[in-house]
């Protein structure tokens, strides 16, 4: 089992800032991706970014440029810098991350609003 904390979630104007933390514990796979999806009312959840454990990065058009994913393989966090928030950035953000027999795991996830 993988326990997954996300935090850093809260109501920011447009064009503001957040940034995400998720720590991760238990049975964790060092080598994993790790990675950040939302969840906006009413749409399937979508990838945002991932990051591999050597730190190559992936990212969703839609946040390309604004959005940057990093992690700290020492305290198993990943973090999501979140720059130049636009409404359509309101979701809930969910981190997620694979143990040692590839089961995937995620958190319970972190409300991000982003108001006109």
């Known amino acids: 089992q993988v326990q997954l904390v996300e935090s850093g979630g809260g109501l920011v104007q447009a064009g503001g800032s957040l940034r995400l933390s998720c720590v991760a514990s238990?049975?964790?796979?060092?080598?994993?991706?790790m990675g950040w999806y939302r969840q906006a009312p009413g749409k399937q959840r979508e990838v945002v970014a991932y990051?591999?454990?050597?730190?190559?990065?992936s990212y969703a058009d839609s946040v390309k440029g604004r959005f940057f994913i990093s992690r700290d393989n020492a305290k198993n966090t990943v973090y999501l810098q979140m720059n130049s928030l636009k409404p359509e950035d309101t979701a809930i953000y969910y981190c997620?991350?694979?143990?040692?027999?590839?089961?995937?795991?995620w958190g319970q996830g972190t409300q991000v609003t982003v108001s006109t």
């Open positions: 238990g049975n964790i796979f060092s080598h994993a991706v």
């Open positions: 990051i591999s454990s050597g730190g190559s990065t």
């Open positions: 997620n991350t694979q143990d040692s027999d590839s089961t995937w795991f």
